[in-house]
Antibody, heavy 121, light 109 residues
Framework: QVQLVQSGSELKKPGASVKVSCKAS????????MNWVRQAPGQGLEWMGW????????TYAQGFTGRFVFSLDTSVSTAYLQISSLKAEDTAVYYCARDHSSSWYPNFDYWGQGTLVTVSS | SSELTQDPAVSVALGQTVRITCQGDSLRSYYASWYQQKPGQAPVLVIY???NRPSGIPDRFSGSSSGNTASLTITGAQAEDEADYYCNSRDSSGNHPYVFGTGTKVTVL
C-alpha cells in the first residue's frame, strides 16, 4: 500500500535550518511528483510547491522562494524540504503529498502524516 | 495568484444534507478537488475531478461545479463527517499550478 512517512517534529532556534524528509513506499517513486503543503497553527492549507521526481526540477509558489529548497534522493524514494534562516513565522506543520493530478484538476491522493516545525528562541 | 473562497463555517443536523461551496475564477476552467481534515490529522482526499471518489470514501460525498463555484455535498451527514474541508484547484493566473481554498469548518449537530 502507498505510504508517505515523514520525519519527526523539530524544535529550532531562529536563524537555524531544518530538513524534513518524506519517505515513499508502495509505488514507483519517480512516477509521481511530490507536493509540499504548509499549515500554520490554526490556519488553512497553503501550497508551497512541488518537485518533479523524474527530473528533480522544483517549482516554488510565491512566498516560498529563496529560503525553501525541495530535493530528492531517488535511491531511497525520499523527498526533502529544507528551510534555512528560520523565522518564528515558519512554525507550522509541513506535509508532503503525492501528485496524481490531471490537466483539469489537482489530485493529492496520498499525504504524509505531517512534520511540526517549531521555531522558538 | 488566484483565490478560492469558502464560507468559514457551516452546521448540519445529523442525517441531513449540507453543501460546502468554493468560489474562484479558476473554477471556470478547472475542476476542484476536496479534502477533509480532522483535528491533528493529515488531510484526506474525498472528491477529485468532475465527481470522483477515491476508494474508501462513502458515497454520501459528492461534488459538482457551475460557473465559478464548486460544491461538495454531504448527503446524510454523520457525526464522523465533522471536520475542516478544503477545496483545491489549478491556478489559472499562471503564477503557479495549485491553490487551496480558505477552508470550511463543518459541525454536525
Amino acid at each position: 500500500q502507498v505510504q508517505l512517512v515523514q520525519s519527526g517534529s523539530e524544535l529550532k532556534k531562529p536563524g537555524a535550518s531544518v530538513k524534513v524528509s518524506c519517505k515513499a513506499s508502495g509505488y514507483t517513486f519517480t512516477s509521481y511528483a511530490m507536493n509540499w503543503v504548509r499549515q500554520a497553527p490554526g490556519q488553512g492549507l497553503e501550497w508551497m510547491g512541488w518537485i518533479n521526481t523524474n527530473t528533480g526540477n522544483p517549482t516554488y509558489a510565491q512566498g516560498f522562494t529563496g529560503r525553501f529548497v525541495f530535493s530528492l534522493d531517488t535511491s531511497v524514494s525520499t523527498a526533502y524540504l529544507q528551510i534555512s534562516s528560520l523565522k518564528a513565522e515558519d512554525t507550522a506543520v509541513y506535509y508532503c503529498a503525492r501528485d496524481h493530478s490531471s490537466s483539469w484538476y489537482p489530485n493529492f491522493d496520498y499525504w504524509g502524516q505531517g512534520t511540526l516545525v517549531t521555531v522558538s528562541s | 495568484s488566484s483565490e478560492l473562497t469558502q464560507d468559514p463555517a457551516v452546521s448540519v443536523a445529523l442525517g441531513q444534507t449540507v453543501r460546502i461551496t468554493c468560489q474562484g475564477d479558476s473554477l471556470r476552467s478547472y475542476y476542484a478537488s476536496w479534502y477533509q481534515q480532522k483535528p491533528g490529522q493529515a488531510p484526506v482526499l474525498v472528491i477529485y475531478g468532475k465527481n470522483n471518489r477515491p476508494s474508501g470514501i462513502p458515497d454520501r460525498f459528492s461534488g459538482s461545479s457551475s460557473g465559478n463555484t464548486a460544491s461538495l455535498t454531504i448527503t446524510g451527514a454523520q457525526a464522523e463527517d465533522e471536520a475542516d474541508y478544503y477545496c483545491n484547484s489549478r491556478d489559472s493566473s499562471g503564477n503557479h499550478p495549485y491553490v487551496f481554498g480558505t477552508g470550511t469548518k463543518v459541525t454536525v449537530l
